[in-house]
């Protein structure tokens, strides 16, 4: 069927979701279908400013080519003169990274139910050649039954092009991506190692003072584990065995999904509905 050409006029507006970098994210309703969405509102001088237009486009590619109940869905988009409006699923716990502070940590349940969401959903991108790259916490959001969905492939790139693209923190980066070496779909597989780490402690591994301090940290893989919160040796099995300096040594994402700790905490309807406080 000829694809549905959206205009603001299909949606009834509801209260702001917060802020993205480029623009709002706004709570709407289709008026059809009585859907709810969230509405993304991106400037377009923003986009020209930052010479960013290649790499929304490639945002807006690959999120309408993915289809995975991790994965936040991208429905559509429309444009005005000043705005680009991407039609988005709508995740009503928000930002994983809210939860994350509210508790502290996460208990082992809650953080192998996220981790094994996570190697799933990663397994399907690396199968359709799209490797994430910026996995974190503000890049994860829940749904109403506490279901992880990854969002903001702002970053992500076709595995062809091997463009790097260094901002914000360096706490999630990979050796490989820090000294800005070709890298390929293994950087996911270290950020989970980074993501299970801050899920279990609050805090990522390599936290410093500076984005020096933190890039020594990650080039000598300086992992240590704090004696509370009290944490299994099963899941520091696993942490270990991710973040490896040798890309070729880290766990496959198979791998992660049949690790003991997994096996043994991650909810199999990979949602955390009760939200064991
Ligand atoms: C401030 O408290 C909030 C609680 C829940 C939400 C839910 N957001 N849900 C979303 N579904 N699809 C998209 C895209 C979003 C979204 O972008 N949310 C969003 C955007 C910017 C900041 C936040 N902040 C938080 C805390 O979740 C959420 C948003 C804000």
Redesign the pocket.
Known sequence: PQKKQWSLQDFEIGKP????KFG??Y?ARELKSKYI??L?VIFKEQIEKYRLHHQLRREMEIQTSLRHPNV?MLYGWFHDDERIY?I????????L??ELRKTGHLTEKQAATYIASLAQALAYCHEKDVIHRDIKP?NL?L?HEGRL?I??FGWSVQSTSKRHTMCGTLDYLAPEMVENKAHDYAVDNWTLGILCYEFLYGVPPFEAESQTDTFRRIMKVDLSFPSTPQVSAEAKDLISRLLVKDSSKRLSLQKIMEHPWIMKNADPMDKCSKLDV
């Open positions: 979701l917060g802020k993205g709002r994210v709570l969405v969230a993304k936040l991407l988005l699923e709508y995740a009503h716990r928000g930002e990274y809210r503000e959001l749904d969905k969002a903001d």
